[in-house]
């Protein structure tokens, strides 16, 4: 057949093709051996080629080129060329793609690739727009037939390599939505930047069309612009689904006015309704019906969480141990383990009581505990009041105003930032929190003003609030305010704007950090102004450039270090590739002591600051990596040798990295590792490494953990600073009994709400200096941890907003991406009915059919409406 196709008579030539042709098609094969056909001709390609290039143009010309379109499959690709197969495709009969079938026309997408990124090239050295018309005729083949057989994910790649994804649109349906969205979401987490959000905004598109509100609503928080989301909360019509949409931005800490603006609703009752979930104003509500379901309501004392009698012999004896450390230390498990539950056994246990001290009867609440505390003590006890009655704001202001009126001013400023801590998340329309706090913003005593700052910042976190900018820029500004005063009115600026990149408040901080004296420079919280200013850039990727330019013209003092810091938020999350190795090549360097190696002894004490830069660039190796799973992984592995070999600054910043990745997911192997270091020889490791298992275990009562724990605080019994460590870890790990978590992703760790993690990274960047801030006077720097704990729970509502209980499955979560057929979500499931506990890497889907939810992922607060197709089954 070969040599007759070459035969000079046309009708003979033609006969043989198409005989050829046939045969190609109905070779069958199995999946191993290659087809009979192919096989006999591959040696015969040349001949064809030659025979193609001496025939006159025609059909016959165009029958041999498909054939040897098909049989150029199989050859090697040659550079700076265009490939063989592709080639004899655009010369040949324009024929339906689909007739050579799939492999064929995924090894013709894979040419269009590189010969689009090849023309391209060539383009750009000649310096003009290279010309690919031939082959977008080609791509708009290719994308219907991959659509149409389940290759959603090949057509998204194809449109990617040749940068048309605006052509994706068109060809989505109701059928294939799902599989071709979940493939673009799951892409933008690792492609560069302008393209991830581009990714992001066709699959928003997609929604869109297919009526999807609450996965639009998902993508539109991920891309973080303003008004996707409130493009996405016009589109919707339906009450029910409006709701769900509230719920999740309450969620994601991103609220939209209702009153005015774009998204004003006109009806006065929906709006109300809307208002109070999207402030979350029953959060407290709910969590405590939590509480009640899971009967853990009654209240709990330190000694039931540390469990002193299952520890061996070495009780610490007498003096050895610093009483005031361990009341502050019990003040901090209290406050942390009865979050939320407006009951304790320490502050809110009136007299008559098993007590028996006969404490003063107060708003029934019991004085007699804050002043068991040393003086800055009495500020962190007071202010536990306000974490015993988180998120409950009718009830829980009234029990704290009395703190307010108190002679002690550190009574008076824990009574300030409780006020700040009860309003954590929740947004009020009277604003209490503004009223009560604003007039101490600026008296004599620092730490009333540092209460009144730091309780704004917790309050209206994420808020956007511009009185909160009026009141904190000149406080910032102004040079005869305390350093750490100004420190933490910038980190309350930066929560309260967190990622918004606000003009006055970067122009402040810039101009505090710009004109502050040397001297000031020098105290360890002129770091924190840096990360205020850090956090208003968080997740803002390239918008930090500008700033960084400016922060390499500030004193050498502090300008390496809030380069980092900048770099460090402003990538936060994004995954950057190319950053995470900039970063990492910092922890290696080794800095330029001045002096001579010598009088190390004397010098090295003053010249620490430059090692600081290097701390932050291990930490923000793990806020980069920290958003999908792959980049986790790495990171933890890259932070294995840093522990090894890095310098003394890089050693201590692993465990709080380490921390960070594993945000209340304590795996096993995380808590070996941070066992380990919590043993160091180096304090500052070891420190580190104690608090940051309590990071880890957050909120998830491991009972490993809390073993792991209780044998660490034996072993530091003579130590007083190691010990309150663990012992606020053994707080964090029983938080909220058990129904709190830390982790700032949610919805499937698709999302990671920026407000969560501007309060975790505060918390780490105290945890790189413990000795000035949480073991030094300002412990109550442990409160902004309180930003980013949420109940982790999934609770099901009816129409009506009642709680409604049905059965779930929950399971671990099993990542599906592109794979065929209908794959289960979830593996290794428990039916249980709600409202129920999810754990990390968790996942939940609804038992029966009877109802309907409204949102694709069951998470938080899900509304179920029911299945009108639903058929009860008889007894």
């Not at 774009?262 to 979350?280: A, F, K, R, T």
């Amino acid at each position: 057949m070969v040599v007759r196709s070459a035969d000079p008579k046309a009708g003979v030539a033609k006969l043989a093709m198409e005989t050829m042709r046939s045969e190609i098609k109905s070779a069958t094969s199995s999946m191993t051996s290659v087809p009979k056909p192919l096989k006999f001709l591959r040696p015969h390609l040349q001949t064809l080629k030659d025979t193609y290039a001496k025939l006159k143009p025609g059909e016959n010309k165009k029958l041999l080129a498909d054939i040897i379109s098909l049989l150029a499959m199989t050859d090697a690709p040659i550079d700076d060329a265009m490939p063989e197969s592709l080639k004899y495709r655009l010369l040949g009969s324009n024929e339906d793609i689909g007739t050579w079938g799939h492999e064929y026309v995924r090894n013709l997408a894979a040419e269009i690739g590189t010969e689009f990124h090849r023309r391209q090239d060539e383009s750009a050295k000649e310096g003009k727009d290279a010309d690919v018309e031939d082959l977008m005729g080609l791509v708009s083949e290719v994308i219907p037939f991959h659509m149409k057989h389940n290759a959603e994910p090949e057509a998204v790649d194809l449109l990617i390599e040749v940068e048309r994804l605006d052509l994706l649109a068109p060809h989505v349906n109701e059928g294939n939505y799902a599989r071709t969205c979940l493939y673009l979401f799951s892409c933008s987490s690792y492609l560069p930047e302008p393209e991830d959000s581009e990714v992001l905004k066709v699959a928003h598109e997609i929604f869109l069309k297919v009526g999807k509100l609450t996965d639009a609503m998902r993508v539109a928080c991920r891309l973080g612009l303003q008004d996707y989301m409130e493009k996405t909360f016009l589109a919707s019509k339906d009450k029910l689904e409006k709701r769900q949409l509230c719920y999740m931005l309450a969620r994601h800490g991103h609220p939209l006015r209702l009153d005015e603006g774009p998204c004003e609703i006109e009806d006065g009752d929906e709006l109300e309704e809307l208002q109070i979930i999207m402030s979350n104003s029953n959060l407290s509500a709910n969590y405590l019906t939590l509480a009640r379901d899971l009967d853990v309501m009654e209240a709990k004392l330190p000694e039931d969480i540390y469990k002193t009698h299952l520890m061996e012999g070495r009780a610490p004896a007498g003096a050895a141990v610093d009483s005031a450390r361990a009341n502050l230390a019990a003040t901090f498990v209290n406050a942390f383990v009865n979050a939320g539950y407006g009951q304790d056994k320490l502050l809110t246990a009136s007299e008559g009581d098993t007590e028996g001290e006969g404490a003063s009867s107060g708003a029934g609440s019991n004085v007699s505990w804050i002043f068991k505390n040393k003086d800055h003590g009495k500020m962190s006890a007071a202010a536990s009041l306000g974490s015993i009655l988180l998120w409950d704001v009718e009830d829980g202001l009234p029990r704290v105003d009395n703190y307010l009126y108190s002679m002690e001013q550190q009574v008076v400023a824990g009574g300030l930032l409780a006020v700040g801590l009860i309003n954590v998340n929740v947004r009020n329309d009277c604003d209490p929190a503004y009223g009560l706090l604003y007039e101490s913003v600026n008296k004599e005593n620092s730490s009333v003003r540092i209460g009144a700052i730091m309780g704004l910042g917790l309050a209206y976190a994420g808020c956007q609030k511009e009185e909160v900018q009026e009141l904190l820029v000149p406080v910032v500004t102004d040079d005869s305010t305390p350093i750490d005063v100004a420190a933490f009115a910038a980190l309350s600026l930066g929560l309260v704007f967190v990622g918004t990149c606000h003009e006055e408040c970067v122009q402040a901080i810039v101009q505090a950090l710009m004109l502050r004296p040397e001297k000031d420079l020098e105290d360890p919280f002129a770091h924190f102004l840096c990360l205020g200013l850090g956090l208003i850039f968080l997740q803002r990727q390239g918008e930090v450039e500008a700033t960084l330019e400016v922060a390499k013209t500030l004193p050498p003092r502090i300008s390496d270090f809030l380069q980092v810091t900048l770099e460090a938020c402003a990538y936060a999350g994004s995954g950057n590739v190319l950053k995470v190795q900039a970063l990492l090549a910092r922890c290696g360097e080794h800095p330029e002591l001045d002096g001579d190696d010598a009088n190390e002894g004397a010098d090295s004490e003053s010249q620490e600051w430059k090692y600081d830069p290097q701390s932050i660039a291990a930490l923000g190796v793990a806020l980069i990596a920290s958003a999908e799973e792959l980049g986790s992984d790495m990171a933890v592995r890259a932070y294995d040798h840093l522990i090894q070999y890095g310098d003394a600054a890089v050693r201590k910043a692993c465990p709080v990295g380490l921390a960070l990745l594993h945000i209340s997911n304590p795996k096993l192997n995380v808590t070996d590792v941070l066992g380990r270091l919590s043993h160091d020889s180096n304090e500052d490791v070891a420190q580190a490494a104690s608090l940051a298992l309590g990071i880890v275990g957050a909120g998830t009562n491991n009972a490993r953990l809390a073993s792991q724990l209780r044998q660490l605080s034996s072993y530091y019994y003579k130590d007083p600073s190691l010990l309150f460590l663990v012992r606020v870890a053994q707080g964090l790990v029983h938080m909220g009994k058990g129904l709190l978590t830390l982790s700032p992703s949610h919805s499937d760790h698709s999302l990671h709400s920026n407000v969560a993690l501007a309060g975790l990274i505060t918390v780490a960047f105290a945890m790189l200096d413990m000795k000035h801030t949480i073991l030094g006077k300002h412990h109550y720097m442990l409160y902004y941890l309180f930003v980013a704990a949420q109940p982790r729970m999934l609770m099901t509502v009816d129409e009506e907003g009642k709680p409604l209980p049905v059965a779930v499955r929950v399971g671990q979560a099993v990542d599906v991406v592109g794979q065929a057929g209908r794959p289960k979500t979830i593996t290794g499931f428990q039916t249980h009915t709600t409202p129920v506990l999810l754990s990390a890497g968790d996942r939940a889907e609804l038992a029966t059919e009877k109802y309907i939810a409204i949102a694709s992922v069951l998470e938080g607060v899900v509304i179920l409406k029911p299945n009108p197709e639903w058929i009860e089954e008889k007894e």
